[in-house]
Structures are given as C-alpha cells and as structure tokens.
C-alpha cells in the first residue's frame, strides 16, 4: 500500500521549482494558479533568493504549487492513504479531490497571509531537537514556556516559542538532545499565537465546499482518518494553532498496512523521518523531474491495482 505525503513549510530552497517547470504544460499551469492567488509563483520558484521565499505568505502557496505540480508529473496515482506535514495537509486535500487545486491555492494564499500577520505581531520561532527522550524533552519545553509544535517521531520534536524562549533552549537543551536547529520559519506556527490567524480561516473556508475524500485521508491533529470534507476542512482551519503529530500519522499508516511511502516536492524531510519510523517501509522523495521514473516504478508495485508477485501469492 502506497501513501502519498506532502512536506512542510521549511522545505522550501532557491530554484527549486526551475526543472518543474520544464514539463509540459507547467509553466502553463502554473501561469494559471498565479493569476488565480495574485501571486507570481513562477518567480518565487525560480529567481526569488532564500529570504524572499522564507516569507510565510509566499512559502506556503509556492510550497502547495510544487506538490501539486511534482504530483501531476507522475500521471495517475491512487494512493492507500494520503497526508501533509503543516501545510502540506493542504496539497493533500487536493490530492484526495476534498479541493479542486484552485480552491487548495486560494485557501493556502489565505492562510499563509494570515500566519504572516499573526506572526508579526510578536517576535517567534521554531527549532527542531534532536535526539533524547521524548518525556524528559517535553517537560523542558514546558520549563521554559515553549510548545511542542511538531512532535514528529523518530527523535524529533520541534519547539515553538518567542525568540528570547528559543535562545534560551539553544543555550540550555534538554538532556540527551544532540542538536537544535532553528527552522527557516517566520513564527511559532502551531501554537497560541496563531489564534489570530484561525478566525481568518474560518472565514475563508465559509465560501468553500468541500468534497469527501476519494482515498484515505490521515490528519496531523492525531493521526485519525477523516471521513468527510467539512470534517477536513474544520480541521485544516484549526490546525494553524494546534501542534501537528505526524509521529501519530506515521503509526496509522502502519496501521493501514503501508509499504511504500511517496514524498512530493520538495521531498526529502518526511521520507527522512520515515526511513527511522517506519522500518521495512520503501521510501521515495520528489526532488526533480529526474525521480519521476522511480516514482512511478514504486506506485506500480505498490498500488492496490498491481498484480500479486506469482511467487509469493
């Protein structure tokens, strides 16, 4: 059984939606979502430098614009189960026909514009440990005022706070953390300060109707299937102020009998955490065009559709 995951904000890097765009019919594609959103996602993908693309109201688009875009380059593709890390969540929406990819974009151009507005509002952070015991890291967190934003399994948790809480945890880590790296985000998502941002949500998703999901849906709230689109978009509202549990997504898709775990663009952190979560469970992350080939020779082999191996049926 395949899942089909979409990466967080962070995951972003200078050009690299240039060779996506190179396929046919997406610069096209892409032209048409710019227009849509009122922003020029083609640039931000491939000119913009690193700081113009750490901006929140310009990541989360371009970040929901590339998986989309990896993802229609494999063709057609069921998965067993599909989910997002963050805002990923909402690309997998998309993928799971919840959103139609315009309406995906508008929402994410939204929330983006309104984490950005919650974040200026007081001077936050991430960073990620790594390393140490999970109970004796989340009791320092709370030692020292911050939330554990992203408890993300195989040893990481990322903590979310004001800068004054994130310098003192650089300066004073948890027993047994070996590193702490402080993201590439623009505020403590996930957390009480984006209350904000969730009443501008609300609002937004009110002009929105939801479809049910056509596959398996897994929310980063507490790693439950979601079985109706209000349901989903309920939860996409709230989830900008909430921690994400992708450690809880990864046991479902355990659960659900996964063997191959498939990351769109930019890939790379989520197939990460799953080489260390998920043992025995192939993975693959979308970083070029170039991985197209194997993406799709790991959907054949692990989607419901593919025949029964006659040596071992």
């Not at 921690?243 to 930019?266: S, Y």
């Amino acid at each position: 059984m395949l899942v089909l995951v979409a990466p967080g904000q962070g995951a972003q890097t200078p050009g690299f939606l240039t060779p996506w765009l190179e396929l046919p019919g997406a610069a096209d594609r892409v032209a048409a979502w710019s227009d849509a959103i009122g922003l020029d996602l083609a640039y931000y993908g491939t000119e913009a430098d690193a700081e113009a693309i750490r901006d929140t109201a310009v990541a989360q688009p371009l970040l929901v614009a590339a998986g989309l875009l990896s993802a229609a380059g494999l063709g057609e593709v069921t998965p067993g189960a599909v989910a997002g890390h963050s805002v990923g969540e909402i690309t997998a929406a998309a993928f799971a026909s919840v959103l139609d990819d315009t309406a995906a974009l508008r929402l994410v151009r939204r929330r983006g514009q309104a984490m950005a507005e919650a974040s200026a509002v007081t001077a936050t952070g991430m960073a990620a440990l790594l390393g140490g015991d999970p109970e004796v890291t989340l009791a320092h967190l709370e030692k020292l005022g911050l939330t554990p934003a992203n408890v993300n399994g195989a040893g990481q948790i990322v903590a979310a706070g004001t800068l004054e809480q994130i310098d003192a945890l650089v300066a004073d880590k948890p027993e047994g953390v070996r590193r702490v790296v402080p993201l590439k985000v623009a505020g403590a998502f996930h957390t009480a300060h984006m209350a904000p941002a969730v009443s501008e949500l609300e609002t937004a998703a009110k002009g929105l109707d939801p479809a049910d999901p056509v596959v398996p849906y897994v929310s980063n709230r507490d790693g439950a299937r979601v079985a109706t689109g209000t349901q989903v978009l309920e939860r996409l509202v709230g989830q900008v102020a909430n921690p994400v549990r992708w450690d809880l997504c990864m046991e479902t898709f355990q659960e659900l009998g996964a063997t191959a775990l498939l990351e769109v663009c930019p890939g790379g952190t989520l197939t990460g955490l799953a080489k260390r979560a998920m043992p025995g469970v192939k993975t693959l992350a979308l970083k070029t065009p170039d991985d197209l080939d194997a993406a799709r020779a790991l959907i054949a082999e692990h989607s419901p559709a593919a025949p029964a191996d006659p040596q071992t049926a």
